[in-house]
């Protein structure tokens, strides 16, 4: 009897213990959660990119008008965009082929293709549409007349020719292609009267997907660039390529993130925003593959000037260039590692 009381009590004395000291360290704690736990952001050095040269090169291509399939402008712009390809040491490619558009016309369209060490097998895989569309259907002036398409086209093929000088003076150790796919806005309006028809748009693409420039070409991603260049744009996590290739959005972005660019890329998701290049690329090609293109979910449209005639030079900021492409080829220099 006296035993088991003094068990008892011994029993009482170390929980009280135990407690006290738990007590004590829920004490210390406190001030710690006080603050909400940071995470660690380990920080990424800024690659050599030069948003000057990307802008540059968006005039370059406005410069030419239109890029609409089967009109002057549309076949000079092709012989810059190659040339600046091969004078900057890649390995081009010009896939030509005739496509329908939803007007029933036939279009002689140019997916331009540029290898950088075709002879790595590890591989990235960089694509924009470098066509601009052929009437202003957003606009409430001018509809049937083409846009510019700074913003729209020239943007992501601006980034990609200056990605693609760089790679010439940094000469990384990894294989990079890089596509500018054609009549990828040539798509049936949605205030279209005739009947609707599917996968009008990305017509280059679609096509490429189909018929490959080579056999069994297997990159590890692709990343497409669209809408690229307008000033405070944010890019959320957009759902085909969530669907297709989460992995690599989360990749990149928390690359952007690490080279302090989080204000672009945004941790919002967004539901369907319509197709994109990378749609087919992911379907047929089967190559995982995201999107980096501007949408407000607020306002439910990619921007204001969106197939407009605003969609010029004035929209194009190159703070949201130099954002892009410090990205993009960051992610290519730690693929290298
Ligand atoms: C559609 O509006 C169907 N797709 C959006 C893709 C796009 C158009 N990107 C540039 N122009
Ligand atoms: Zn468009």
Redesign the pocket.
């Known amino acids: 009897m006296v035993q088991a009381g003094n068990m008892r009590i011994r029993i009482l004395f170390i929980l009280s213990v135990v407690f006290l000291f738990a007590c004590e360290s829920e004490k210390k704690k406190v001030p710690v959660q006080k603050t909400a736990p940071k995470k660690e952001i380990k920080k990424l050095k800024k690659p050599a990119f030069s948003s000057d040269s990307a802008y540059a090169f968006i005039e370059q291509q406005v410069a030419f008008g239109p890029r609409v399939p089967n009109t002057e402008a549309h076949r000079k712009a092709a012989a810059y965009l190659s040339s600046k390809l091969e004078n900057y040491g890649l390995e081009l490619t010009q896939q030509r082929a005739e496509v329908i558009a939803f007007t029933d016309k036939t279009l002689n369209i140019v997916n331009i293709i540029g290898e950088y060490r075709p002879e790595l097998p590890n591989r990235v895989m960089l694509f924009a549409h470098w066509d601009s569309?052929p009437f202003a259907d957003q606009d409430t002036t001018d509809r049937d007349k083409p846009i510019d398409g700074a913003n729209?086209g020239g943007s992501g093929v601006g980034i990609l020719l200056e990605v693609a000088r760089q790679l010439q003076i940094q000469q990384p150790e990894i294989g990079v292609d890089i596509f500018f796919f054609d009549a990828?806005?040539y798509g049936q309006p949605s205030n279209d009267i005739r009947k609707r028809k599917r996968g009008t748009w990305c017509l280059g693409s679609q096509y490429w997907a189909v018929n490959p420039h080579k056999e069994n070409y297997q990159p590890n991603y692709g990343i497409l660039l669209d809408m690229v260049g307008a000033k405070n744009a944010r890019f959320t996590k957009e759902s085909i390529s969530m669907y297709y290739a989460p992995d690599i959005v989360d990749m990149v972005w928390d690359i952007a993130a690490r080279l302090g660019h989080a204000g672009h890329f945004s941790m919002q998701h967004t539901t369907h925003v319509g197709e994109d290049d990378h749609m087919y690329i992911n379907k047929i090609a089967k190559i995982p593959s995201i999107d980096i293109i501007q949408y407000d979910p607020s306002t439910r449209v990619f921007a204001p000037h969106?197939?407009t005639h605003a969609d010029n030079m004035d929209v194009i900021d190159k703070n949201t260039l130099q954002a892009v492409g410090e990205t993009v080829l960051a992610t290519i220099l730690e693929e290298a590692k």
């Open positions: 569309r729209d990828e806005d969106w197939h």
